[in-house]
Nanobody
Framework: QLQLVESGGGLVQPGGSLRLSCAASGSPLDSYTIGWFRQAPGKEREGVVCVSRIGARTEYVDSMKGRFTISRDNAKNTVYLQMNSLKPEDTAIYYC?????????????????WGQGTQVTVSS
């Protein structure tokens, strides 16, 4: 059974960068489409970015385009989320998730495996 563990969150100043990691175990990650979601206090969980099994990337929030990049290293069974030019509104818990289907989705209902999340706080 696939297990996902996120890491790399923390406190960063506005304009700074962070790279989140999602390490998988129990199954090869290249058999999954991988998404990053986030949930801010008092808000619903929303899709951030996704990379499909065939390498197609999808970004779900206009304000993130050009700032957030997803990549996968199948040899390390790890997916990364590079976040640049961070803003206070990016503060949230970031979750890694996976699905067997070949294409991406921005809906939490379409993903079955979730990590525990990693906190990202953008503040001066």
């Amino acid at each position: 059974q696939l297990q996902l563990v996120e890491s790399g969150g923390g406190l960063v100043q506005p304009g700074g960068s962070l790279r989140l990691s999602c390490a998988a175990s129990g199954s090869p990650l290249d058999s999954y489409t991988i998404g990053w979601f986030r949930q801010a206090p008092g808000k619903e969980r929303e899709g951030v970015v996704c990379v499909s099994r065939i390498g197609a990337r999808t970004e779900y929030v206009d304000s993130m385009k050009g700032r957030f990049t997803i990549s996968r290293d199948n040899a390390k069974n790890t997916v990364y989320l590079q976040m640049n030019s961070l803003k206070p509104e990016d503060t949230a818990i970031y979750y890694c998730t996976a699905r067997r289907e070949y294409y991406c989705s921005g809906s939490v209902l379409d993903f079955s495996s979730w990590g525990q999340g990693t906190q990202v706080t953008v503040s001066s």
